[in-house]
């Protein structure tokens, strides 16, 4: 098995490769309906490693799509591409992306460490623990489950509002586990 890669090596040179791949998907999209078909084999062997990601597109500094997963399932390069589609066309809080929105399109992307079980004995224990501006969390509560990014705090930077909100998100008034994780943004 390989060794597992910590964001920063992974991205050693490649940000500005995977910022290209998101958004020429999002490119291919509005052409051809239909996301980039990435080939890994002309790319750096970290690419092809499965890594999990999200893609965040703003218009304006506003939120214009957001999509991505919690897991490693398929490859770097391709989860990439496949998130920067879904954000931008199939994000069910926004229509899909038109051409008049190209040209303004931001496109960042969070590479995620794997979420790690985050032990705690109460809500209140859970928001001691949390470190605003650094953690993305997953709370659930049987099949409810629901994720912020770290990038979150910048709208909810109290500790008790960012664990409220996150459980409105999930539906869930109580919760059964907590998952941390980091990102690295690539801008």
Known sequence: MAPSLSPERVLAGAGELLLGLARASIRHGLEEGTPLAVDLAGLPPALGRPRATFVTLRIGGGLRGCTGRLEATRPLALDVAENAFAAAFLDPRFPPLGFREWEGLEVSISLLTRPRPL??????????????????????????????????????????DFVRELKAKAGCRRIGEARRYRVLHIP
């Not at 659930?140 to 990014?149: K, Q, V």
């Open 119 to 160: 032990p705690f004995t109460g809500e209140e224990d859970l928001i001691r623990q949390l470190v605003p501006g650094r953690d993305g969390l997953v709370l659930s509560a049987g099949p409810l489950r629901a994720t912020f990014l770290p990038s979150v705090w910048d709208e909810l930077p109290d500790p008790r």
